[in-house]
């Protein structure tokens, strides 16, 4: 199987930007769906955001929406998760996970994760 590789996670202040990027390496394939999902310190990792194929289908937490947008480039083999006007309480380990045939918003569905990436708001 690829391995997913993540970037672009930081310190940042409220009210600041960080794009993530997610990129396999190895053998190329094919997903349905990728995502992103959260975990912040003592809680259970949290859907974010997940865009199909196309870029067609995509949904978001209400956590997020208006803030945070995804996107996808499938000749790079890439997604990615612009995060806009972050709050202290975006503070978590950001994963990015792919599925062939899913855009659930539940983890338990994706096949594939990366390594997690940790994106920390101060205020």
């Known amino acids: 199987q690829v391995q997913l590789e993540e970037s672009g996670g930081g310190l940042v202040q409220a009210g600041g930007s960080l794009r993530l990027s997610c990129t396999a390496s190895?053998?190329?394939?094919?997903?349905?769906?990728m995502a992103w999902f959260r975990q912040a310190p003592g809680k259970a990792r949290e859907f974010v955001a997940v865009?199909?194929?196309?870029?067609?289908?995509?949904n978001y937490a209400d956590s997020v929406k208006g803030r945070f947008t995804i996107s996808r480039d499938n000749a790079k083999n890439t997604v990615y998760l612009q995060m806009n006007s972050l709050k202290p309480e975006d503070t978590a380990i950001y994963y990015c996970?792919?599925?062939?045939?899913?855009?659930?918003?539940?983890?338990?569905?994706?096949?594939?994760w990366g390594q997690g990436t940790q994106v920390t708001v101060s205020s």
């Open positions: 865009i199909s194929w196309s870029g067609g289908s995509i």
């Open positions: 190895g053998r190329t394939t094919s997903w349905y769906g």
């Open positions: 996970a792919a599925g062939r045939w899913t855009i659930a918003t539940t983890a338990a569905q994706y096949e594939y």
